[in-house]
């Protein structure tokens, strides 16, 4: 997995949107909302190791990983942790930079990994042996696409979709950027934005965090199942801020 978008179309509002690229028996059987880490979070649930590749927290934090750093690697199993459980463990600490510089991420496959937080934005990659760490503009629109599944002139081409498409100056807005994420392409199932690769691999959800400045919004699409889910978590007073 997958495709991930972040937009912002106002100072206080985001929109973080993943299509998740999986095996059909491994889509979200649910949509949870938990208290850990002293702290409410909000995220569809995986069946395997009940992690997650997405979730929110009512302290602004908004996370979503994908599978693979800089290029496709060749899994080496057994490994340490599930990403997916690790994506969960990184709320518990108080700011980003400190779950980046203290995790312990040996014996985790690769990933990228990117946060929201508090008006700030990061993209963080670990290749097996070595990370990286990026701070990047909040204000600015972004994409990214696996390296596991798309190699970089498929990446290439799909940012291009996507800048075609933000620089058509229309309004941003969450029912947009949810259309981006299910039509987006050329029509070719194996690469466009929903992908089916003979029924081996195939875009099982959209999951999208929409942060307004006083709430979160969650939004689950299974496409397998053709059931949709939504939820809402009110921010903590004292942590509402705006970019």
């Not at 014996?107 to 937080?117: M, R």
């Not at 909040?138 to 075609?164: C, G, I, K």
């Not at 992908?195 to 099982?204: E, H, L, P, S």
Request: charge should be negative.
């Amino acid at each position: 997995m997958c495709t991930v978008t972040y937009v912002s179309p106002s100072p206080g509002h985001f929109i973080l949107t993943s299509n998740r690229d999986e095996q059909a028996n491994r889509a979200a059987k649910q949509l949870v909302t938990i208290e850990r880490y002293g702290q409410q979070l909000m995220f569809p649930q995986d069946v395997g190791a009940g992690g997650t590749w997405i979730a929110a927290s009512d302290r602004q934090r908004a996370v979503c990983l994908l599978n693979g750093a800089f290029e496709g690697h060749r899994p080496q199993p057994p490994y340490r942790i599930s990403r997916g459980v690790m994506v969960l463990e990184s709320f518990a600490y108080l700011k980003p930079i400190d779950f980046f510089q203290q995790y312990y991420f040996e014996g985790i496959e690769p990933f990228t990994f990117i946060v929201s937080d508090k008006g700030q934005l990061w993209e963080f990659r670990w290749d097996g042996s070595a990370s990286f760490l990026q701070e990047l503009d909040p204000d600015a629109p972004h994409l990214w696409s696996s390296s596991t599944l798309y190699p970089t002139p498929v990446r290439a081409m799909r940012q291009q979709w996507f800048e075609n498409w933000w620089s058509e100056g229309r309004p941003f807005d969450l029912e947009e950027v949810l259309a981006f994420h299910r039509t987006a392409g050329t029509g070719d199932p194996r690469n466009d934005v929903v992908i089916n690769r003979d029924g081996m691999v195939q875009t099982v959800s959209i999951t999208s965090i929409e942060k307004m400045p006083k709430e979160i919004n969650l939004r689950h699409f299974d496409l397998i199942t053709a059931v949709s889910y939504a939820a809402k978590m009110e921010l903590k007073s004292e942590l509402v801020e705006s970019h």
